[in-house]
Nanobody, 123 residues
Framework: VQLQASGEALVQAGGSLRLSCHASGNIFSVNDMGWYRQAPGNERDMVATIGRGSTTTYTDSVKGRFTITRDNAKNTAYLQMNSLKPEDTAVYYC??????????????????WGQGTLVTVSS
């Protein structure tokens, strides 16, 4: 299973950007998807997640500015980021909980991460 995330971007404060994350490979079902971010010197923190039924969660600092959606048929999630601030600058990591079928027809859940997307918001 691979997670393919959109490329890095540089935007001005107040601008918008949409990230995408596509899961491909030996997939039976994709459950939760989302993004985490890590700024220099900080830990990796949750930004937004979305369940297969489209239940969403957001960290407080992005509520009202970021919107996460998904297309289950395409195994793809999107993060629409509006009103970007310099403090949103970070490497954004796509995350997915994927059910795959292994040897003997056994299904099992595994967590996957994308390669990371650098988002830079200039003031």
């Amino acid at each position: 299973v691979q997670l393919q995330a959109s490329g890095e971007a540089l935007v001005q404060a107040g601008g918008s950007l949409r990230l995408s994350c596509h899961a491909s490979g030996n997939i039976f079902s994709v459950n939760d998807m989302g993004w985490y971010r890590q700024a220099p010197g900080n830990e990796r923190d949750m930004v937004a997640t979305i369940g297969r039924g489209s239940t969403t969660t957001y960290t407080d600092s992005v509520k009202g500015r970021f919107t996460i959606t998904r297309d289950n048929a395409k195994n793809t999630a999107y993060l629409q980021m509006n009103s970007l601030k310099p403090e949103d600058t970070a490497v954004y990591y796509c995350h997915a909980l994927v059910w795959t079928m292994g040897p003997g027809g056994v299904f099992r859940p595994e967590t996957y991460w994308g390669q990371g997307t650098l988002v830079t918001v200039s003031s």
